[in-house]
């Protein structure tokens, strides 16, 4: 045991518990090197902070410490969740146990496997895949096998130094408040590691272990080719489009390759990109919703192979991004979440009208996360369907979708922008690879009547209104600077006041929704209906002149997100006009609201 003496007692007893609790040479080394150099600091804080199970689990940087991603800290959490589900179902996690998988990053192999370790030193059943797999399998999983919960480990589209622990519910959607909580607590009390919970050879040769990928891929697959009809599949054939397709450096690529077999739809894949590689070593930002800056190599490819379209899950596969040559310019369009969303919206309701043509629709449902498009709501009034907005995340969106499902209704389609899609209700959760299949078949269908992606978006348009978004982020990694400009925006005029316009009068403010203190004064008692969290910001302006934004903290980056929409009425068609008035109002919003420059804010793509 290597001399303790940090100047300060307290942070002398954290590192002395550190190097007798973990034995992982690497990390346990890092603490010892960075006390050797007296960087007491940095000590500090990666051992007196603590990285604080949320409703989206753990995410955070890998490395030593409490404060980051670690074998330590996964076998306290696993420990912790283990408590908490004999406390909540004991029999249901003997009967069933948990599934666990992960995706291709540095060492989630490794954690998805110290968890099935606890649980079956535990003497509870896992069924832990045996390779990576996408994150949507895990909650489909899940709701196949009736499991106490589910474990995902992934950061999905986080920078590569970083990893994650996602959680789902016995219901097979993402965890939501008071269940967080209570496994937090658990984990706390539960900070001791037992021998047993790094010995990981049990898996080798334990009967509570299970490998669930071969039957899940089964069941999955048929889900996707049941919900494409026949005539769609031969249309598939028939059009013999070729897409190109990238898993980002991710999981998707043999999953996709097989779906794409049943459906009848052919692709080429970026090779460069085919394989995981936990480094993503050709992008900067593994995110395809980054757009152009991620997709270099997707469009050399495309351009090489005369295809058209893009394909583009992030590395986990929940997710999916789409582009499409202009066959007039030769420019590529990368559309954005809500212009997918769009025409997903469309296609599902198309798509399921055919296939249910005398039944009404007063109990089908199409959900939206509430930054996102309110183009589902738009369509609903004129198509007869039924709307619900939620809070921002899958969180909230497959646990809604399930609620009204229980309670007699069908829903058929839920997105949020930062392209995330459920195109059907036996995942609930967001899809990349059943989504990739839904818009090849869109594509298809669209490109028999002589028309583009971008042709169809316009019509939809042309029908229901012009809706424009407008969304980026700026870079923060200060939590203090962040709360002060989210407490001057509420006391922009004095104390508990926010603004009532911006460019000096120019655009009106007519209400306000602060979903961190909870009012909201376009309801009779100021009170707002969606759920309230003082655990995140999250603020939205409605202006006189119909442009809706929302400024809003991410729950899992350093990002103070900011959303806006301009919504119009069929005969408004000139387009240009309307960006023009977005662009000066959302510049005006980011200057007066967010100051950049004050607070030294780095915009996307800096």
Known sequence: MCDINTGCAALDQKVAEWLFFDKNETTANAIRSLLAGKQFDEINKLLCKRLTFGTAGLRGKMGPGYACMNDLVIIQTAQGFLKYLIKSDENLLKESGIVVGYDGRHNSRRWAELTAAIFIHAGYPVKLFSTVCPTPFVPYTVRQFKCASGVMVTASHNPKDDNGYKVYGPNGA????????????????????????????ILSSSSLLMDPLADIFCRYTNV?????????????????????????????????????????????????????????????FPNPEEGKESLDLSFKTADSNGSTIILANDPDADRLAVAEKNPRTGNWKVFNGNETGTLLGWWILNSFKKKNPDLPLDKIYMLSSTVSSMILKTMSKKEGFKFLDTLTGFKWLGNKALELEQQGNKVIFCFEEAIGFLVTTEILDKDGVSTAAQVATMASYIYSQNKTLDDQLNEIFDTYGLHISCNSYYICHEPAIIKEIFTQIRNAKGKDTYPQSILNGKYKITSVRDLTTGYDNNQPDNKAILPVSAASEMITFNFENGLVCTLRTSGTEPKIKYYTEMCATPEIKDKQQLINIQQEMVKAICEEMLQPSKYNLKPQGS
């Open 224 to 284: 996707i080719y049941t919900e494409i009809s026949e005539e769609s599949k031969n249309l598939n054939k028939k059009m013999n489009l070729l897409f190109t397709y990238t898993p980002m450096h991710g999981v998707g690529y043999k999953f996709i390759e097989k779906i794409f077999e049943v459906i009848n739809v052919k692709f080429n894949v970026v090779q460069e990109q085919k394989d995981p590689h936990p480094d993503f070593p050709t992008v900067k």
């Open 174 to 201: 993402q965890i939501i408040s008071p269940v967080d909580e209570q496994v937090q607590a658990s984990i706390l009390e539960n900070l001791v590691p037992l021998d047993t919970s790094w010995d990981t050879s």
